[in-house]
């Protein structure tokens, strides 16, 4: 914890509130260690029963997290504005080629000013208050893609949400309440984890191989009572997984034993994926089904296309009413120009096959050094380290940002997360270099943490 940096207050809506001024200012950026109960609560003259109720209150907001014997830190991605550092991302030095963000290649993006164009020629009206929600076409050609995909469609609702991350906060908040369990995979999407622990839900971590999340953790989560669970098709975010046709059966047979638990499906990268969509939807009683359109045609349009039972999407829509409202049609009438362009499905193919050449090259050359690299499908490669903070700071010493794997973690080993959108075929080779003498550095040892007294 930083030394310069005093925890003060009487109460525990006093303490929460020093350290949410300490977290705003950037005096204890992410990962900074908080002082044990007890020491605070001496140092500050007060009960640990008063501490330990701050310290709670902290966590369910989200803004900080207990790591074991590593005792109390701020999360890396706090829910708060920041004056400091919001990540433990180290920030790109000049000359690095940044492999952190696991942002798509803008590059391969479709052009949008051409639809634009179309969408002004057209005359197109903004609806008013009272006509706002999903438009009908584009709710009609999601269904047929949907149908498409083998989702069952039958009595199933559409919506659209601002994007895939506002779908699973209006559904998570639509079913769960603070201090519910949700299970999630592990290592996972870090956006997903950090909303969860911003709405006071607690994760519940499942273990991800490259087929999906294992039946066995995922059977496990749900008996500890987790009220839902959340699972990545494919590309999953870090590790590049794909749910195959055998897993799915399998998660499906375990979803039958809990017929109250609410699921959530992300297929983020949609067209992008370049395997078959084996889909969970329809496994439980409640279910949604979110696609994206952000890795395929563009971030900046914020949409998703959600579809599940009546009930869940009805929740959803209720929520947006008494909120946001709706998405705007003028970003529902351009993706629903994407979908039907000839040229950008085209664009979009190449744009797939692109990221499948550069992620099997860099696979293939980490694999030639030995390494445990993963990354099945997606934007991304998992490479197993026994020391991700060393092998992060190699690399960047080598000219190479790249993700640490504590963003992504519950409790599976340490691994560093490798973004392939920025790569060429010539930084393959270096790269492949510069990891393996990475991963080669033996861990630092444990030193246990300074609190400060107040």
């Given at each position: ?377 997606g934007l991304n490669v998992w490479v197993s380290v026994p020391d991700e903070t060393r092998a992060v700071a190699a690399l960047r010493d080598a000219g190479y940002v790249v993700a640490p794997g504590a963003l992504f973690r519950l409790a599976s080993p340490p691994g560093i997360r490798i973004t392939v959108s920025p790569l060429s075929d010539d930084d393959i080779a270096p790269l492949a270099d510069a990891v393996a003498a990475a991963a080669a550095l033996d861990p630092v040892p444990a030193r246990s943490s300074v609190a400060l007294t107040a």
């Amino acid at each position: 914890m930083a030394a310069h940096y005093q925890i003060v207050g009487s109460t525990a809506a006093e303490i929460s509130e020093s350290v949410e001024a300490g977290v705003r200012s950037g005096s204890l950026g992410p990962g900074a260690a908080l002082p044990p109960v007890r020491a605070l609560a001496k140092s500050l003259s007060c009960s640990p029963a008063t501490v330990a109720k701050a310290y709670q209150h902290l966590r369910q907001r989200g803004l900080i997290e207990t790591a074991g014997r590593n005792g109390t830190r701020v999360r890396e991605r706090p829910p708060i504005a920041t004056s400091g550092r919001s990540s433990l991302r180290l920030p790109s030095p000049p000359g690095a080629i940044d492999l952190s963000t696991g942002e798509p290649d803008l590059a391969l993006m479709p052009a949008l000013g051409p639809r634009l164009a179309r969408l002004a020629a057209a005359e197109f009206t903004p609806t008013n208050y009272s006509g706002g929600g999903a438009l009908p076409e584009l709710v009609a050609l999601a269904r047929e893609r949907f149908a498409g995909d083998g989702i069952p469609m039958g009595d199933a609702e559409i919506t659209v949400t601002s994007g895939a991350l506002d779908a699973m906060e209006r559904l998570l908040s639509a079913h769960l309440r603070p201090g519910d369990k949700v299970a999630v995979e592990d290592p996972g999407w870090a956006n997903a984890l950090d909303l969860i622990a911003a709405l006071g839900l607690t994760a519940v971590p499942m273990p991800v191989d490259d087929e999906g999340p294992t039946a066995e953790g995922m059977r496990a989560a749900l008996a500890s009572g987790a009220g839902a669970v959340i699972v990545t098709t494919r590309a999953q975010n870090p590790t590049g997984a794909a749910v195959s046709a055998y897993r799915a059966a399998e998660l499906r047979a375990v979803l039958a034993e809990h017929a109250s638990v609410l699921l959530i499906e992300d297929d983020h990268a949609a067209e992008l994926a370049p395997v078959t969509l084996h889909t969970l939807a329809g496994a439980a009683g409640s279910w949604a089904f979110v696609r994206s359109v952000s890795k395929p045609y563009g971030p900046d349009l914020r949409l998703a296309v959600v579809a599940g039972d009546e009930v869940t999407i009805a929740r959803v829509v209720g929520r947006m009413r008494v909120g946001a409202g709706w998405v705007s049609t003028l970003l529902q009438q351009v993706v629903l120009y994407l979908w039907r362009d000839d040229e950008v499905i085209n664009g979009v193919i190449r744009a797939r096959d692109g990221y499948v050449t550069r992620r099997l090259a860099l696979r293939a050359a980490l694999s030639a050094h030995g390494l445990d690299a993963r990354g099945r499908t997606g934007l991304n490669v998992w490479v197993s380290v026994p020391d991700e903070t060393r092998a992060v700071a190699a690399l960047r010493d080598a000219g190479y940002v790249v993700a640490p794997g504590a963003l992504f973690r519950l409790a599976s080993p340490p691994g560093i997360r490798i973004t392939v959108s920025p790569l060429s075929d010539d930084d393959i080779a270096p790269l492949a270099d510069a990891v393996a003498a990475a991963a080669a550095l033996d861990p630092v040892p444990a030193r246990s943490s300074v609190a400060l007294t107040a």
